[in-house]
T-cell receptor, first 112, second 109 residues
Framework: SQTIHQWPATLVQPVGSPLSLECTVE??????LYWYRQAAGRGLQLLFY??????ISSEVPQNLSASRPQDRQFILSSKKLLLSDSGFYLC???????????FGPGTRLTVL | GIQVEQSPPDLILQEGANSTLRCNFS?????LQWFHQNPWGQLINLFY???GTKQNGRLSATTVATERYSLLYISSSQTTDSGVYFC???????????FGAGTRLFVKA
């Protein structure tokens, strides 16, 4: 069966520090991968999606970036965090083509 | 881009009651999903339903794509149904998933 992992589960970082969040998927090949952010009490906003290694599409201009160094690994990064980067970051995967998305447990990021 | 509107924004039910949640979308979509987010933040997929009707236990969903809406029915609600219910659509251009703002449900014992 397929599983999706995210780490860390929680993170507190000072403004201006770098960020690296990792997401890995097990039990499937060539998945579509997604990064979302959820602000407190609000819906999810798609940040990045990837259809293959090295193929990243950005949906929202920001100081975040994403990379896919391996087929089932998706990384969210920032060189300098802003207060507005605080939120709940969720990674998701789906099979190719329109289909349901499966979400990881998320990372709660607080930028102070 | 596509607009997704969910109603009601908040809902309080007595345990055992039934409810209907609605999702309206402004353009044609490739797919539509319903999710439940539990109090710990985990998003659980309930239905993948670009059209038609599906049922899973006490939950069922109907999407009328030609009229651009979907309904989620919860029957005999339980306290464990509490949380936020999201509708999400994928544009026909592919890959971009748009989430509604959600319906926050609280079921009282």
């Amino acid at each position: 069966s397929q599983t999706i992992h995210q780490w860390p589960a929680t993170l507190v970082q000072p403004v201006g520090s770098p960020l690296s969040l990792e997401c890995t998927v097990e039990g499937t090949s060539n998945p579509n991968l997604y990064w979302y952010r959820q602000a407190a009490g609000r819906g999810l906003q798609l940040l990045f999606y990837s259809v293959g290694i090295g193929q990243i599409s950005s949906e929202v201009p920001q100081n975040l970036s994403a990379s896919r160094p391996q087929d089932r690994q998706f990384i969210l990064s920032s060189k300098k965090l802003l207060l507005s980067d605080s939120g709940f970051y969720l990674c998701a995967w789906s099979v190719r083509g329109p289909d349901t998305q499966y979400f990881g447990p998320g990372t709660r990021l607080t930028v102070l | 881009g596509i607009q997704v509107e969910q109603s009601p924004p908040d809902l309080i039910l007595q345990e055992g009651a039934n409810s209907t949640l609605r999702c309206n979308f402004s353009d044609s979509v490739n797919n539509l999903q319903w999710f439940h987010q539990n109090p710990w933040g985990q998003l659980i997929n309930l239905f993948y339903i670009p059209s038609g009707t599906k049922q899973n236990g006490r939950l069922s969903a109907t999407t009328v794509a030609t009229e651009r809406y979907s309904l989620l029915y919860i029957s005999s609600s339980q306290t464990t149904d509490s949380g936020v219910y999201f509708c999400a659509v994928e544009s026909t251009g592919g890959f971009k998933t748009i989430f509604g703002a959600g319906t926050r449900l609280f079921v009282k014992a």
